[in-house]
């Protein structure tokens, strides 16, 4: 009998040590995904001249690219959110969804759609298959430009400390100052999302699925 409670014992110990090894092994692998940034892209240092979105006037402009079923992108919506609260109006915001030339309404207008469009001071813009994303230089859902009022690049990244993670962050903080006329911030940040033009498919009906 106490042999058999030994083994029964040593059994349950190796079996939560596997447990607690897949469970960290788990963790890593999340943490890993969520601390790696996507492609930053090449933006242009002037406003395109291609482009059809109007292009700053009175005051500075923030373009935030987007895919409307990217489940990282609502972190990203929420500090603009904050930024757009912060500087009360001295900022003109675009934010552009991506969506495949052949979607209809129900693909694209999702609630991240509907958040951004609920932004005071935002300005929603289809992207129809990406031309503007393409005219931008943009790979990666969640990137923020802003421009001055001459057209001029003063800031090309991502406003969030991790994928789908909101918190302050070196982004918001550089826009903010920039905006309040300083120079000496960040003019590069990291961008966490998913890929504009990824090709792969996923269930759409998958909970926090994104798909083209």
């Keep these: 009998m106490i ?7 040593r059994i349950l110990a190796a079996t939560a040590c ?27 240092p002037v406003w395109p001249a291609d482009t059809t979105i109007p292009p700053p006037n009175r ?18 919506l929420e500090e603009l959110s904050r930024l757009m609260t912060g500087l009360q109006g001295r900022l003109d915001a675009r934010v552009v969804f991506f969506a495949p030339a052949d979607a209809g309404e129900e693909w694209w207008k999702s609630d991240l759609w509907e958040g951004a469009a609920a932004i005071p001071g935002v300005e929603v813009i289809l992207d129809r298959d990406g031309a503007e994303s393409q005219r931008f230089r943009t790979e990666t859902s969640g990137h923020v430009l802003l421009y001055d009022t001459h057209g001029r690049l003063l800031f090309s990244g991502g406003i969030t400390v991790a994928r789908g993670h909101a918190g302050d962050n070196t982004g918001r903080g550089a826009i903010e100052e920039l905006i309040d006329g ?27 699925a994104w798909k083209r």
């Design 18 to 44: 596997l447990w607690l090894a897949s469970v960290c092994g788990g963790m890593g692998v999340l943490l890993q995904y969520a601390s790696t940034a996507g492609d930053p892209g090449e933006p242009p």
């Design 182 to 208: 300083e120079t000496a911030v960040p003019r590069r940040t990291p961008v966490f999302g998913c890929a504009l033009h990824n090709p792969a498919t996923i269930a759409a009906d998958t909970e926090g």
């Design 59 to 76: 005051q500075p402009v923030l373009i935030m690219m987007a895919h409307p079923r990217c489940p990282c992108t609502r972190a990203s």
């Design 3 to 9: 042999l058999a409670g030994s083994w029964r014992s």
